[in-house]
């Protein structure tokens, strides 16, 4: 792999403890979502995205590690569960929302029907 002009090497070592941190901030915003808690894991979504340029800004001595590439392979899955819960809850907040809207319209309706 070629070295990015303005990244940092990192050693096996370093990208393998990159990587853990990834997937325990990853594992973290899953239970938020889990839990309801969607500020916290606003919250670990911008610490987990300081480590991810950190691990993936520089080129990686270690291209062909089988830990390394099962490491992101566990990380592109996680994420994918992630981006599921998250656009399951949006689909909610949603409907929730269009129902809120609908009840609003009913309500006054009603009140135009009765003061009419």
Same mark, same amino acid.
């Given at each position: 792999? #070629?070295? %990015?002009?303005?990244?940092? =090497?990192?050693? $096996?070592?370093?990208?393998? !403890?990159?990587?853990? /941190?990834?997937? !325990?901030?990853?594992?973290?915003? *899953?239970? &938020?979502?889990? %839990? ?9 979504? #911008? ?7 950190? &691990? ?7 291209? =062909? ?7 992101? $392979? $566990?990380?592109? !899955? *996680? ?12 689909? %909610? ?5 269009? =129902?809120? !809207?609908?009840? /609003? #319209?009913?309500?006054?309706?009603? *009140? ?5």
């Amino acid at each position: 792999m #070629k070295l %990015r002009r303005g990244s940092v =090497n990192m050693s $096996a070592e370093e990208s393998r !403890q990159s990587l853990a /941190r990834l997937l !325990q901030y990853t594992e973290e915003m *899953l239970a &938020c979502t889990e %839990r309801g808690e969607w500020d916290a894991l606003d919250a670990l979504e #911008k610490e987990r995205n300081i480590e991810l340029d950190a &691990c993936f800004s520089g080129a990686v001595e270690h291209e =062909n590690s089988p830990d390394i590439s099962d490491a992101i $392979a $566990a990380l592109i !899955q *996680l994420n994918d569960k992630l981006v599921s819960r998250v656009a399951e809850e949006r689909e %909610r907040v949603l409907e929730q929302g269009h =129902n809120l !809207q609908q009840g /609003r #319209k009913a309500s006054f309706d009603y *009140l135009d029907m009765q003061s009419g």
